[in-house]
Every structure is written in structure tokens, then in C-alpha cells.
């Protein structure tokens, strides 16, 4: 094969992995950005057995089924070959998404639409799984000597650019047909989208051929019997299994999800930012970032994976706090309004019975502005009791909008963040795949992958979230878990790993 | 280093089974004060969830501290 065929035949194999790949995460993270309307249509309004099927449905598939994925379908590309695996991946996920937007509201069908809702997303979880190992591997396998880095760093954006593709999905579809008419029965539309990507993407990998170094390992009779013994019963590669986990993995994971989620949901709920400004910081930083994993994964090829990826823990273990500070000091506007305050819209007020008594609820809505162009809604929530008597009002301030020049500093602050992303995960597929042979390969890097990924990033949100409600802690308190993890990684990364960067095959 | 990796191999093997124990201390207090019903057994539920993944990691951990421990991290160049 010449030169140009080669060049073009690998552009190929990233391009179809990378599609397919990219819809994948589109599919996983449509769920989570659309959970709260998902569970007004189909969860009953109590909170009863439908907020633990809620739970479960999105915290099983997101930390449990992932790993488990990984090893199913692991074991499966280590067997049967990398491309018939991603093929049933991708079929697997693109299914369930579509169905999830079939799925009849609680109204029609009862119970039965939280349970199927259930087990969809475990599919869709397991589908995750086994989805990225398999693209990681089978590009790194057709990708030339000392340049998997480069190669492989096409899929490291597909994660990124799936969350930009669900989010820019939803924020389109809201605007075309309206805030109402989404909420009715525009959400379903994201999900009934993925099957058309799904199919063109099925297309596109259907002409792929196998891996060469899969091919080679089964014309000479090497394939392995059983991957999964290999890869943890046998000591050599399980302790680099655990080395990659806690040496590179778990540090990555906090990295990943601090800087593209807890990020927004910092500015969303703590600091009360309105949807659209926090939704375009992040569109706006994910755009300008991404090709930064192409960069440092080239980057990589040249200098090791090692340094560039426990640099960016560093940074992040450093920044965090001083960035987030900035944050709530910039959306302070109860502190700012006392003298910054230039114009006060007009008051609405409503009255609403509270639920199951006979109190009164009082809100009193007032639209602000301050000096610098920033705007906020000032809400006062008063309960009157049936005799009259009223409680202390309770004033918060929500729905904020930044200041032009605040804007800016965020989607920079936010950029950063994605920066340090880029640094640790643009190179960690050529790591991960150069770690394992290529008999246990996709077994073996999946695992420790979605534990580092799934797991210890994946909680990011939810513990920062807990440590942050402990009594005498402080907003920024939830900081100390990403903090504390990605520490502990980037001791054990620096001690135990090596930098040798690999210049023949194995 | 490899006396680095050895005294650190004891740090990780104790490490592990402290974070388990504050785990489940953090468990039965979360769950304790969540109101009655629906919003502990949902509190039970998360924090089962986390302590079903968080014990075999922990155990993972403290194997990975026992093989530093025993010299498997020293050689150089880690990658194979």
C-alpha cells in the first residue's frame, strides 16, 4: 500500500470510529441533560417508588453497568475481533436512545414507563462500556509506529464533542419550537435524532475491515482463549491493570468531569446562573478546546504520555479553588446590588396556597440590573399563616445573567478547565493500549477506564455535591474530593510510572 | 525510588481500609438523618450503590499497596 492510500485508509478507520464513538457519548448524555424533564413524563409527580427507579437509572448506569460493560463486551472484542464488538455497541446504544423517546408517559402506562426507562439505560451504559475501548483500540491498532498518540486523540474528542452535540441538540431544539412545546413533547426529539446518526454511522463501520494486529494474532491461532483470566488472573497484567487505575485513570476521571460538569453545574446551582449563560460558558469553552486533544495527544508522541498528563493534574490540584472562588465572588450580586445597583424592574407578585395546609405562599419577583450591566431576578418568598401573620421574608437572587466582560473571564476560566481535560485525556488511550498486549488489550484498558472515568469521575458531582452539605463547610468544599483524588494519583502516576515512549511494536 | 515505592506500598495498604471505614461511618450518619420514607430509603439506596462500588476498589487498592509493597512496581520502565 503507498503512502496515500495508507494516509487515506487511516483517516477512514478514525473517521468511522470516531462517528460512531462521538454518538455514543451524544446518546449517554442526552439522558442526564434531559433527566428533569424525562421524569415529569415519565415518573408519577410523587416521590415515591419512581425517585428510586430514578436514582437507580441514573446512578447504576453511570457507575455500576459501565464497568461491567467493559468487561462483557471486553471479552467479546478479545474473542471475536474489535469490529463486530463496536458494531454491537453501537446498535445497543443507538436502540435504546431512540426508545427511550418512544417510551408512553406515566399517564398511559404507568409504572411501567420508569421501569423501561430503568433498564434502557442500563443498556445504554453497558453499550458505553464496551464502545470506547474498542474504538481506542482498534485506531491505536492501525495507527503507525510512535504515532498512536496523534491517531488516538481523534477519539479522545469524541467525548467532548459529544457532550457539545447533546447540548447544542437541546438548546436548538428549545429554540425552534419553544420553551412549552419542548417540555410537552420537544424532548423526545434528541432521542429519536440518535437513530439516524446511529444508522450512517452503522453504514460507515459495516465497511471496515479488522484491525491488523487482531487479524494477524488470528491467522497465527494467538487469539485468547480467555481474556478476562488472562487480564486479571494473571499477575503480570493485573498489576498493570491496577497501575493504570490508580496511577493514571482515576485522575483523569476527576480532571474530566470537574472541568465539563461540575463546572456547569457550579454555575447553575450554587452560583445561580440562568440556563442560557451557563449552558453557552461551556459551549463556547468546549468549542475553543477541543482541538487541544489533538495537540497534546500528538504532543505525547514526542515527549511520553507521563508528563503532559500529571501536569494536568497538577494544574487542576493548584487552580481549582482560586477559579471557583472567582466564580462566586463574580455572582455575589446580593453584596453587589448594596451599591451597585443602577435600575429595579417591576415587582409581579403571586399567591399560592401551600401544599397540604392552609398557609398562603407570597412571591414577589423583581427584575434588577447593576452598573456594570449584569442582571439578576430578586425573589421574596413570605408565608402567610390562615390568621394573617407573616414569616420572615426569605430573599435569594436567581436567573443571573453576567456582565458582557464577566462573561468572557468565565468561558476563559471554563476554558482552562476543559485545557487541563484536554492534558490528561488526549494522551491516555495511547497510554492505556500501549500498557496491554493485543491478545487481552480491550479487556484489560476498558476496566480500569470506566472505573477512573465512570466511577471517580463520574461521582464528581453528586459527592462534591454531599461534601459541600456537611455541617461548617463552605461552597467550594466539594473541591476537596477532585482535589483529593487527582493528588493521589498524580503521587502514585509520578513514583510508579515510566515515560518510555514506544518505538516498535509488540 | 524503589524504597519510595515500598514505604508507599504500606501508606496505600493502610489507606484503603481507613477510607472503607469513613465511608460506612458517612453512610449510617446520612442515612440516619434523612427524613423518614421515601428520602432514607433513597439515601440507603445511594450510598449502597457507592459502597458496592467503593469496597472492591478499596480492595484493588490495598493489593496494589501489597505488590508495591513486595518489590512488583521497582523495575524500570513500567510500561511493558
Not at chain 1, 431512540?98 to 426507562?117: D, N
Request: glycine share 10%.
Amino acid at each position: 500500500m503507498d503512502t496515500v492510500e495508507k494516509k487515506n485508509s487511516i483517516i477512514k478507520v478514525i473517521g468511522a470510529s470516531s462517528l460512531g464513538t462521538l454518538i455514543e457519548w451524544y446518546d449517554f448524555y442526552i439522558f442526564g441533560s434531559l433527566a428533569g424533564v424525562i421524569g415529569k413524563h415519565l415518573f408519577p409527580s410523587d416521590s415515591g417508588a419512581s425517585a428510586l427507579i430514578n436514582t437507580l437509572a441514573i446512578f447504576a448506569a453511570g457507575f455500576i453497568v459501565r464497568p461491567f460493560g467493559a468487561l462483557v463486551f471486553g471479552r467479546l472484542g478479545d474473542l471475536i475481533g474489535r469490529k463486530y464488538t463496536f458494531l454491537l455497541t453501537l446498535v445497543l446504544m443507538g436502540g435504546s436512545t431512540f426508545l427511550i423517546g418512544l417510551i408512553p408517559s406515566y399517564e398511559s402506562i404507568g409504572y411501567l414507563a420508569p421501569i423501561l426507562v430503568l433498564i434502557l439505560r442500563l443498556v445504554q451504559g453497558l453499550a458505553l462500556g464496551g464502545e470506547y475501548g474498542g474504538a481506542a483500540t482498534y485506531v491505536a491498532e492501525h495507527a503507525p509506529i510512535g504515532r498512536r498518540g496523534y491517531f488516538t486523540s481523534w477519539i479522545q474528542t469524541t467525548a467532548t464533542l459529544g457532550l457539545f452535540l447533546s447540548l447544542g441538540v437541546i438548546v436548538l431544539t428549545q429554540n425552534l419550537i419553544g420553551s412549552e412545546a419542548f417540555g410537552a413533547w420537544g424532548w423526545r426529539i434528541p432521542f429519536l435524532i440518535s437513530i439516524l446518526l446511529v444508522v450512517v454511522s452503522i453504514y460507515i463501520r459495516m465497511k471496515m475491515h479488522e484491525s491488523p494486529q487482531f487479524t494477524k494474532l488470528k491467522t497465527e491461532g494467538k487469539v485468547s482463549k480467555n481474556p478476562l483470566k488472562e487480564s486479571f488472573r494473571n499477575k503480570t497484567n493485573f498489576k498493570m491493570v491496577l497501575l493504570a487505575l490508580f496511577g493514571a485513570t482515576m485522575g483523569q476521571g476527576v480532571i474530566w468531569y470537574t472541568g465539563q460538569f461540575y463546572a456547569q453545574s457550579f454555575l447553575e446551582n450554587t452560583c445561580k446562573l440562568g440556563f442560557n449563560d451557563s449552558r453557552y460558558i461551556l459551549l463556547w469553552a468546549i468549542a475553543m478546546a477541543t482541538p487541544f486533544f489533538v495537540i497534546f495527544g500528538s504532543w505525547s508522541d514526542k515527549v511520553g504520555r507521563k508528563w503532559i498528563m500529571m501536569t494536568g493534574m497538577a494544574l487542576g490540584i493548584i487552580f481549582y479553588r482560586p477559579i471557583y472562588q472567582h466564580f462566586l465572588d463574580s455572582t455575589d450580586y446580593k453584596t453587589l446590588q448594596k451599591t451597585e445597583l443602577v435600575s429595579t424592574g417591576k415587582s409581579e407578585t403571586k399567591m399560592e396556597l401551600v401544599k397540604d395546609s392552609k398557609d398562603s405562599l407570597m412571591t414577589v419577583k423583581t427584575p434588577m440590573v447593576l452598573k456594570n450591566g449584569a442582571k439578576f431576578i430578586e425573589l421574596q418568598k413570605t408565608v402567610i399563616s390562615a390568621d394573617g401573620k407573616k414569616s420572615k421574608t426569605e430573599i435569594t437572587q436567581v436567573d443571573k445573567e453576567l456582565s458582557s466582560g464577566n462573561f468572557w473571564m468565565f468561558v476563559a476560566l471554563v476554558f482552562f478547565q476543559i485545557l487541563l481535560v484536554t492534558m490528561v485525556y488526549g494522551p491516555i488511550a495511547a497510554f492505556l493500549v500501549e500498557l496491554f498486549p493485543t491478545k487481552i488489550r480491550y479487556t484489560s484498558m476498558s476496566l480500569p477506564y470506566h472505573i477512573g472515568n465512570g466511577v471517580f469521575g463520574g461521582l464528581v458531582p453528586f459527592i462534591a455535591t454531599l461534601v459541600a452539605s456537611f455541617p461548617g463547610s463552605t461552597p467550594l468544599s466539594g473541591l476537596w474530593y477532585p482535589i483529593g483524588v487527582a493528588s493521589l494519583c498524580l503521587i502514585i502516576g509520578t513514583v510508579y510510572l515510566s515515560n518510555k515512549r514506544h518505538t516498535k511494536e509488540d | 525510588m524503589s524504597a519510595i515505592k515500598k514505604l508507599l506500598g504500606i501508606v496505600w495498604i493502610l489507606l484503603a481500609p481507613t477510607a472503607v471505614v469513613l465511608m460506612f461511618i458517612q453512610a449510617f450518619e446520612k442515612t440516619s438523618a434523612a427524613a423518614e420514607g421515601i428520602a432514607r430509603t433513597n439515601t440507603a439506596l445511594q450510598w449502597g450503590i457507592i459502597l458496592f462500588i467503593f469496597i472492591p476498589i478499596s480492595i484493588g487498592f490495598t493489593i496494589f499497596g501489597f505488590y508495591s509493597l513486595k518489590g512488583e512496581y521497582d523495575q524500570e520502565g513500567m510500561e511493558r
